[in-house]
Nanobody, 115 residues
């Protein structure tokens, strides 16, 4: 069982920045594909970015050039640096960990971008 705890969300003005963190448990964290997803009100949950254990990265087109995902396996933590935030980035952001058929989610954290 893996527990994921997100932190770093909040309210920011358009154009501002936030850094989300996701701390995970487990000795094999470094093997997990880690990801950030988000869900805006009335919309489906969508991929933001993923990073594999060997740091292969994938971004949604909507965040390319603005968001950066990274991980620190020694700290069992994955980060999402969000720059040039837009009101449409407002959502609950979820941390995800996948390894084989195992699929774990954090509780989610609110990010609100005001115009």
């Amino acid at each position: 069982q893996v527990q994921l705890v997100e932190s770093g969300g909040g309210l920011v003005q358009a154009g501002g920045s936030l850094r989300l963190s996701c701390a995970g448990s487990g000795s094999i964290f470094r093997f997990y594909v880690m990801g950030w997803y988000r869900q805006a009100p009335g919309k489906q949950r969508e991929l933001v970015a993923t990073i594999t254990g060997s740091s292969v990265i994938n971004y949604a087109d909507s965040v390319k050039g603005r968001f950066t995902i990274s991980r620190d396996n020694a700290k069992n933590t994955v980060y999402l640096q969000m720059n040039s935030l837009k009101p449409e980035d407002t959502a609950v952001y979820y941390c995800n960990a996948q390894y084989g058929v195992a699929d774990y989610w954090g509780q989610g954290i609110q990010v609100t971008v005001s115009s």
